[in-house]
């Protein structure tokens, strides 16, 4: 399994950015579909978005969808999550995750998880 260190996480206003950035260790990173899921208080975690391990495809949720953007660097090992437009609704506990797989895109395709790292919007 993959090896997965969040980091990037802060409070930021409605209507701002953050990246977020995964550093990923262990198996050859770049033979794993990648991804973002998010857990809010008293919520179920949701899939935010994912990439395959090509970079040439990549899924979102409609609650992020025009906002949000799941970017790779295969030569770092390095999976990014640039947040734009952030809404109060987007703070949670953001993962980052692997994928022994292609392509990923429900929360029980992945296999390895990191920490976590907590975004909080204010209104």
């Known amino acids: 399994q993959a090896q997965l260190v969040e980091s990037g996480g802060g409070l930021v206003q409605a209507g701002g950015s953050l990246r977020l950035s995964c550093a990923a260790s262990?198996?050859?990173?770049?033979?794993?579909?990648m991804g973002w899921c998010r857990q809010a208080p008293g919520k179920e975690r949701e899939l935010v978005a994912t990439i395959t391990w090509t970079g040439t495809s990549t899924y979102f949720a409609d609650s992020v969808k025009g906002r949000f953007t799941i970017s790779r660097d295969n030569a770092e090992n390095t999976v990014y999550l640039q947040m734009n437009s952030l809404k109060p609704e987007d703070t949670a506990v953001y993962y980052c995750?692997?994928?022994?797989?292609?392509?990923?895109?429900?929360?029980?395709?992945?296999?390895?998880w990191g920490q976590g790292t907590q975004v909080t919007v204010s209104s």
């Open positions: 995750a692997a994928a022994s797989r292609y392509y990923a895109k429900r929360l029980a395709d992945f296999d390895s």
């Open positions: 262990g198996r050859t990173f770049s033979s794993y579909a």
